[in-house]
Every structure is written in C-alpha cells, then in structure tokens.
Nanobody, 120 residues
Framework: QVQLVESGGGLVQPGGSLRLSCAASGSIFSIIAMGWFRQAPGKERELVAV???????NYADSVKGRFTISRDNNKNTVYLQMDSLKAEDTAVYLC??????????????WGQGTQVLVSS
C-alpha cells in the first residue's frame, strides 16, 4: 500500500499563487507517474498536470503557462506551483500516483484532496 499526504491548499485572491505538495510513502517499489486532478462542484474530475518518472510533463490546456508540476524522486513528492490563479481554478485538488509493484502490477492511489478557493 502507498499512502499520500497532500498539503498547500487554501484561499487566495485572483492573480495569486499557491503551491501544492503530495508526499508518497509506504510500500513503494516503482512510481510510474505522479499527477494532480481537480474536481469542482457539479463537474467531473479532470486532469490538471502529470509528470512521469523521467520528468516528462503534460498539462490541461486551461492551466498551461500558469501551473508547473515538478517532482523530487528522492522524497517521492510531487509539487504543483499554481500562478495567476483564476476563479475557475477553484476546486478540490487530488494527488494521484501510478505505482508499479514488484510483480509488475499497476496500481493507482489517490490523496484525500485539498481545497483551493480563488476568490476576492
């Protein structure tokens, strides 16, 4: 089992910045990718950004140029730097880790979610 602990959400004014962190721990064999999703009230969960084990990245079009995903492999931690925040970025942000076990099974783990509220 892999446990995820998220931090960094909160209330910020439009145009402001926040940095989210997600630390993975437990029985980690190989992390394939780490990413962030978000879910706003009444909307489906959507991918925000993902980073592979080789640091390849992919972003939702709505956040390109404003958000930056990064990871520290030594700490099994993924970060999401969010700049120029807009009201429409308001959502619960969830960390996701895609993990490969010693038996080469692939598992998805989710954090508990952290609220980001962009409001004046």
């Amino acid at each position: 089992q892999v446990q995820l602990v998220e931090s960094g959400g909160g209330l910020v004014q439009p145009g402001g910045s926040l940095r989210l962190s997600c630390a993975a721990s437990g029985s980690i064999f190989s992390i394939i990718a780490m990413g962030w999703f978000r879910q706003a009230p009444g909307k489906e969960r959507e991918l925000v950004a993902v980073i592979s084990s080789r640091s390849g990245t992919n972003y939702a079009d709505s956040v390109k140029g404003r958000f930056t995903i990064s990871r520290d492999n030594n700490k099994n931690t993924v970060y999401l730097q969010m700049d120029s925040l807009k009201a429409e970025d308001t959502a619960v942000y969830l960390c996701n880790v895609r993990h490969q076990t010693r038996r080469l099974n692939v598992e998805d783990y989710w954090g508990q979610g952290t609220q980001v509220l962009v409001s004046s």
